[in-house]
T-cell receptor, first 118, second 114 residues
Framework: SAVISQKPSRDICQRGTSLTIQCQVD?????MFWYRQQPGQSLTLIAT?????????ESGFVIDKFPISRPNLTFSTLTVSNMSPEDSSIYLC???????????????FGPGTRLTVL | AQTVTQSQPEMSVQEAETVTLSCTYD???????LFWYKQPPSRQMILVIR??????QNATENRFSVNFQKAAKSFSLKISDSQLGDAAMYFC???????????FGKGTHLIIQP
């Protein structure tokens, strides 16, 4: 299975600032996903990030607030822009191993980034 | 849109006993995938078991097994011989396949009593 790392693991930020979260995978994968887990809640999909195309955002999430980059098959970033305390969450990236290299539709998750906005 | 419902916010079981976590889902698709993920306090999401909707046979992984009832749209997880290390949040998840992300239920907090 893919090994996924995220940076930073946690951060405390001031209202109105932005934070970029990095997700690195140890193998090439086509599909990467970003999720948000608000305190005590379940995971909610923010967007799907495929290399070579614009990210696809779920209802309630917009590119201006959560811009995503996917420059290659092993790396992605999620930026949380103009932060407010409501953005305090754990942000997780996940990857779906390519069908030829792994089991289709099985997602593996990074360790998450715990963000606190004051 | 697909929805996943976990009606048990918290479950408690004695060590070595068996516990069943419930999950129902709603979809109009005929082909899809279902998963159970475990999230311990370390918050790392760990895949426990998966089920392809086109397979009639229930998936099993060692002490973990599912009861997949496609007509009833039910997907429960049975943990046999519960161990202290099984204590965690358990999330049921749905994927339509292809480029779909996962739709998660709200989770069940499993407590293992020694």
């Amino acid at each position: 299975s893919a090994v996924i790392s995220q940076k930073p693991s946690r951060d405390i930020c001031q209202r109105g600032t932005s934070l970029t979260i990095q997700c690195q995978v140890d193998s090439q994968v086509t599909m990467m996903f970003w999720y948000r887990q608000q305190p005590g809640q379940s995971l909610t999909l923010i967007a799907t990030a495929n290399q070579g195309s614009e990210a696809t955002y779920e209802s309630g999430f917009v590119i201006d607030k959560f811009p995503i980059s996917r420059p290659n098959l092993t790396f992605s970033t999620l930026t949380v822009s103009n932060m407010s305390p409501e953005d305090s969450s754990i942000y997780l990236c996940s990857v779906e191993e390519d069908i030829f290299g792994g089991i289709p539709n099985e997602q593996f998750f990074g360790p998450g980034t715990r963000l606190t906005v004051l | 849109a697909q929805t996943v419902t976990q009606s048990q916010p918290e479950m408690s079981v004695q060590e070595a006993e068996t516990v069943t976590l419930s999950c129902t889902y709603d979809t109009s698709e005929s082909d899809y995938y279902l998963f159970w993920y475990k999230q311990p306090p370390s918050r790392q999401m760990i895949l426990v078991i998966r089920q392809e909707a086109y397979k009639q046979q229930n998936a099993t992984e060692n002490r973990f097994s599912v009861n997949f009832q496609k007509a009833a749209k039910s997907f429960s997880l049975k943990i046999s011989d519960s161990q202290l290390g099984d204590a965690a949040m358990y999330f049921c998840a749905y994927s339509g396949g292809g480029a779909d992300g996962l739709t998660f239920g709200k989770g069940t907090h499993l407590i293992i009593q020694p």
